[in-house]
């Protein structure tokens, strides 16, 4: 099987925009592929967190994976910061990587302007480390959305420069484009769904019923804030359902009212279940500290003979 490999900053709660955009394909893909998932907990000190939050975080994103259908029996899921490696290899990147090719990238220049007041080195290497992130475990291919594509060719860039300055050791890395298109802010139709915007943005998976409600009757409904609300129904209503409001949008004659009550009920049948998983997890937190070791001792294994050949290539 070829080997994927994909994480997740642990920087707030998982919204439908995260499901849909990516971890709702992250379960699809325990079936056909060796996937290593992990909690990109290194990325988060990219900005400023407390430790308590970061901990808090942590720990929730791996119940909430878990809720959604990662599975610890077919994949390998486990902590970046308990493997050494992510780092050391990210560093030896650094010294491939010209400092113009990172400080092209989408993300460092959008993360620049949002915290003026921290940009440190982290953000301008954070592609180092995303390369070894997927390269670490020699990785075929990695899930992304099409908005995710530059940072992924920063990574084949990696890999080429390490190939062509040494010895061809690395696989050429490929795309698995996101099937889910992009899902827009519930308050700001302009704007992607996202944790930045604010908790009015999204709807988190641990939103409880009052809360969903409140935001989806709140949404804004211009033409492209219908449209959104239109296609988050398309991923959880009922086809036909969606298909009568869809011919009742085009006709002008879709009233916002039924439209929001029925993606409340749909979101809310969703819902519940993960609820349901999620609080049996909370109770069981022995059983998280062990799936998440055993995952890191399965990760290390590899990380170590990996970089042990690395290390022999470059000198060391």
Same mark, same amino acid.
């Given at each position: 099987?070829?080997? !994927?490999?994909?994480?997740?900053?642990?920087?707030?709660?998982?919204?439908?925009?995260?499901?849909?955009? %990516?971890?709702?394909?992250?379960?699809?893909?325990?079936?056909?592929?060796?996937?290593?998932?992990?909690?990109?907990?290194?990325? %988060?000190?990219?900005?400023?967190?407390?430790?308590?939050?970061?901990?808090?975080?942590?720990?929730?994103?791996?119940? =909430?994976?878990?809720? !959604?259908?990662?599975?610890?029996?077919?994949?390998?899921?486990? +902590?970046?910061?308990?493997?050494?490696?992510?780092?050391?290899?990210?560093?030896?990147?650094?010294?491939?990587?010209?400092?113009?090719? #990172?400080?092209?990238?989408?993300?460092?220049? =959008?993360?620049?302007?949002?915290?003026?007041?921290?940009?440190?080195?982290?953000?301008?290497?954070?592609?180092?480390?995303?390369?070894?992130?997927?390269?670490?475990?020699?990785?075929?291919?990695?899930?992304?959305?099409?908005?995710?594509?530059?940072?992924?060719? #920063?990574? +084949?860039?990696?890999?080429?420069?390490?190939?062509? +300055?040494?010895?061809?050791?690395?696989?050429?890395?490929?795309?698995?484009?996101?099937?889910?298109?992009?899902?827009?802010?519930?308050?700001?139709?302009?704007?992607?769904?996202?944790?930045?915007?604010?908790?009015?943005?999204?709807?988190?998976?641990? &939103?409880?019923?009052?809360?969903?409600?409140?935001?989806?009757?709140?949404?804004?409904?211009?033409?492209?804030?219908?449209?959104?609300? #239109?296609?988050?129904?398309?991923?959880?209503?009922?086809?036909?359902?969606?298909?009568?409001?869809?011919?009742?949008?085009?006709?002008?004659?879709?009233?916002?009212?039924?439209?929001?009550?029925?993606?409340?009920?749909?979101?809310?049948?969703? !819902?519940?279940?993960?609820?349901?998983?999620?609080?049996?997890?909370?109770?069981?937190?022995?059983?998280? &500290?062990?799936?998440?070791?055993?995952?890191?001792?399965?990760?290390?294994?590899?990380? &170590?003979?990996?970089?042990?050949?690395?290390?022999?290539?470059?000198?060391?």
């Amino acid at each position: 099987m070829k080997r !994927l490999v994909s994480g997740i900053k642990p920087t707030g709660n998982i919204h439908l925009g995260n499901y849909l955009g %990516a971890i709702k394909n992250w379960v699809e893909l325990q079936k056909e592929y060796e996937c290593f998932f992990f909690i990109a907990d290194l990325h %988060a000190l990219t900005i400023e967190i407390d430790p308590r939050d970061l901990k808090q975080q942590t720990h929730e994103l791996i119940i =909430d994976l878990l809720a !959604l259908g990662i599975n610890p029996k077919k994949t390998t899921f486990f +902590r970046q910061s308990d493997i050494i490696g992510h780092a050391e290899l990210g560093w030896i990147f650094n010294c491939l990587m010209p400092v113009a090719e #990172l400080s092209r990238m989408t993300q460092f220049k =959008d993360e620049s302007q949002k915290n003026i007041n921290n940009i440190n080195a982290g953000l301008l290497t954070y592609p180092s480390l995303q390369a070894a992130d997927i390269l670490i475990y020699k990785g075929d291919v990695v899930p992304v959305g099409k908005d995710q594509l530059q940072h992924l060719e #920063l990574t +084949r860039i990696a890999a080429r420069k390490f190939n062509n +300055r040494y010895k061809r050791y690395f696989p050429e890395i490929k795309p698995i484009l996101s099937p889910a298109q992009r899902l827009m802010s519930l308050n700001n139709s302009k704007k992607k769904m996202s944790k930045s915007l604010g908790p009015a943005s999204y709807i988190a998976i641990r &939103d409880d019923e009052e809360t969903v409600t409140h935001k989806i009757k709140k949404a804004v409904t211009d033409e492209a804030g219908v449209k959104n609300l #239109l296609e988050l129904y398309s991923y959880f209503g009922k086809k036909s359902k969606h298909q009568k409001m869809e011919k009742a949008h085009a006709a002008g004659k879709l009233m916002n009212s039924e439209l929001k009550e029925e993606l409340t009920l749909e979101i809310l049948k969703f !819902l519940k279940p993960i609820q349901i998983k999620i609080a049996n997890y909370e109770t069981q937190p022995l059983k998280i &500290d062990k799936i998440i070791k055993n995952g890191a001792k399965k990760a290390q294994k590899i990380a &170590d003979k990996n970089l042990a050949e690395i290390k022999k290539i470059i000198g060391f």
